[in-house]
């Protein structure tokens, strides 16, 4: 049985399998669109169609790089109240640098709550290098570290890893936001088939590595409950809103559940995982339709290989030694059924 790759908007839990194909298919989405369609038939010269990938409007940097991008340096101010009632401890922000430098966004993650606006109200003033790639200029994503101790000045910190420990010390609000997008691409109920067809899948291993006894079947369905158990628990949960937190704003957050709670968003998620399967489908066929193109071409650019390699061979187009990584099926439409 295939596993089936999750339909779900941030892919987490997919088989390796999964992620080449998707990875596959995504990637073919420039080629097979209608502004590209006039190069998808290749040149036989040896050039590759299709058009440049877009640069990245943002991109997430570690936090120690960015530390020495640091030209405008505040210092947090740590209130004398706070410090008589030994108020204490590590706040830790998602920063997002603006293209100029300045600070766009400082939103707390975890920490103590009393501190969170000593700690955004002087990042927000603290200005950076501007980050560019490409020749353009990029908005950066990172964490900093603010550490708060009684007596001393506050210290700051970025490292790269600075997370939240557990998803009980994020923001509430932020941790109510992810759960909130976890809810509109029912991701819960797509871990849950995810691990029924996963446990199908590996019920003959776990049997087989059993002893030769008479309840070896009756073992392996106590297997697969306590797997699903685990899949359904407030860990996992936990799990999943941790890996969101390392890689989104909440306004990232907010942004996608306007989205999915859409119809559109709605209708997206339900057929992400048919659309999934025939983008992989048409980008192997694509890439098997232009690589005969492009290694004719190189019969051209390259007379050494001419008489010597199997694809410049007259009738080679009849006979070629290179073939499909599948047999190809019947075209489908994008999210036809």
Known sequence: MRVRSLAIPFPLFRSPLAILLASMAFAWLAFLSPASAQTSSGSPNGEIPGEMAPRPARVTINGNTMAARVTVFVPPSYPHDLQDSRVAGTVILRAVIAKDGSVKEALPLSGPQQLYKAATDAVKQWRYQPTVVEGVPVEVS?????????????????????????????????????????EATHLKETMRDYGHQMMET????????????????????????????????????DQIIMVYAKYLSDDDVKGAVAFYESPAGQRFNSISTQM???????????????????????????????????????????????QSPRAPGRTHGVGGN
């Open 142 to 182: 990172t964490t900093i570290n603010i550490e708060f101790t009684p007596g001393k000045p506050p210290r700051y910190e970025q490292q790269g890893a600075a997370m939240p420990q557990t998803a009980a010390a994020m923001d509430p609000r932020y941790r109510a936001d992810i759960l909130r997008l976890i």
């Open 202 to 237: 590996l019920r003959p291993s776990i049997e087989d590595s059993l002893p030769g006894i008479d309840n070896r079947k009756q073992i392996v369905s106590e297997v697969e409950k306590k797997m699903m158990d685990a899949l359904e628990s407030q860990a996992a949960t």
């Open 276 to 322: 999934e399967d025939d983008l992989s489908q048409s980008g192997e066929q694509f890439t098997m339709q232009n690589l005969d193109l492009i290694l004719k071409g190189l019969c051209t650019t390259h007379p050494e290989l001419r008489g010597k390699a199997d694809f410049c061979q007259k009738d080679s187009h009849q006979h070629s030694a290179f």
